[in-house]
């Protein structure tokens, strides 16, 4: 399988190529817009902030090619939050393939922090993403903003209030946690989507 | 709901452990790698790798392990010690490291912190403290591994870090390090209490009791600690199913 992690100027991509390893399975780390066209699966990573991203996406015509993939596309913390509609985050308009918005927590007492760091639950797990994942598992979130729910929400999670932890269109799947730290939770649903045809 | 995470602190001496030993489940209780990959598989919610190489030349082993440690370990982890500079930023997490920790250096040069945090998101910058409980009752900032005292209140210090962009605090009791104990409740509460991001407990954990305490009365997000680990005093999975039984939120 011709698998490619989208490069941008967003952490953690050395970390989600490590997981893949741990799997078994190399990946091509890469910016360039045939490649990524011509994988059979993409990976689209990150930590970061949503403005600096975008801006960095289209300036390399990037933002063009990943709306427009047919193959599937997993999107993971931030590189999920761009494929929404519109960030709250510097007021970004994102990649809009999935319709939901994305908001800054807004705490309603004292002791809760943002952003959100640590382990929560996974819940309404419809998608052969989870597949073999039990509902109320435990995955790992570093995020300040969320995903609210939507049609397209295939897993919620609670800070604050219910979100979209994972959404999925046609091709496209996101998740807000971060797999590749998730222990074997995470490793059972990056290995479910590589298994997705 | 989110949960109350338990750190394992590893310190890192010329690429070796310092304090572990003596694990019947591992081979080289030494080695860190194997150390961390252990107490990951034992439900550790994250794991901390402090470098105390003295020398600098030998700190660029540490790049090498780092790398090492994120092919092995699925869950986070943080790295600290020594680190001054973005490009020891950058080739700590390039190597797969998910957050880092500053200490002295950033008290020294607090723009550190606004430039790591603007370059690399405040999510991944640790701020470690080193606090001391005076006879006049105050909690002072100590630097250089806690052999030099500063005039600075603990207080002061982390919400200026917090202002300036740090993403969580990890807070060490001298006064409780090493005692085993029991953690500084009031201290930590009232960062806890008057701050937007998560504090880490240092120092004093030596019983199941002591880590419940700091959740509820010291209002820690996590609680981090060594040789209660390290010497199997207390085991990870017998800490959480503890926990977990009294009502604190827990992975299991």
Known sequence: MNLVIIQYNAGNIQSVLYALERLGVQATVTDNLETIQAADKVIFPGVGEASTAMHYLQDRGLDKVIKNLQQPVFGICLGMQLMCAYSEENDTACLGIFEEQVKLFKPTDATIKVPQIGWNTIGN??????????????????????????????????????????????????VQFHPEKSAKEGEQIIQNFLNIS | MLTKRIIPCLDIKDGRTVKGINFEQIRDAGDPIE???????????????????????????????????AHKINIPFTVGGGIKTEEDVSV?????????????????????????????????????????????????????????????????????????????????????????????????AQLGESLPVPIIASGGGGNEQHFYDVFTQGKADAALAASIFHYKEVAIPDLKQFLSKKGIPIRL
């Open chain 1, 125 to 174: 797990l419809k998608s052969n993403l989870f597949k073999g994942v039990k509902e109320e598992s435990y995955t790992y979130f570093v995020h300040g903003y969320y995903a609210a729910l939507g049609q397209h929400t295939i897993g919620t999670t609670n800070y604050v209030q219910p979100y979209s932890c994972a959404l999925h269109k046609d091709n496209f799947y996101g």
């Open chain 2, 35 to 69: 150390l961390g990959a252990f107490y990951a598989e034992q439900g550790a919610d994250e794991l901390v790798f402090l470098d105390i190489t003295a020398t600098v030349e030998k700190r660029k082993t540490l790049s090498e392990l780092v790398n090492k440690i």
């Open chain 2, 92 to 188: 700590l997490l390039q190597n797969g490291a998910d957050k880092i920790s500053v200490n002295t250096a950033a008290f020294l040069d607090p723009t550190i912190i606004n430039r790591f945090a603007k370059n690399f998101g405040s999510q991944c910058v640790v701020l470690a403290i080193d606090a001391k409980c005076e006879a006049d009752n105050n909690w002072y900032v100590y630097l250089n591994g806690g052999r030099e005292k500063t005039e600075k209140l603990v207080t002061e210090w982390a919400k200026e870090a917090v202002d300036l962009g740090v993403g969580e605090i990890l807070l060490t009791s001298m006064n409780h390090d090493g005692t085993k104990q029991g953690f500084a409740l009031d201290i930590t």
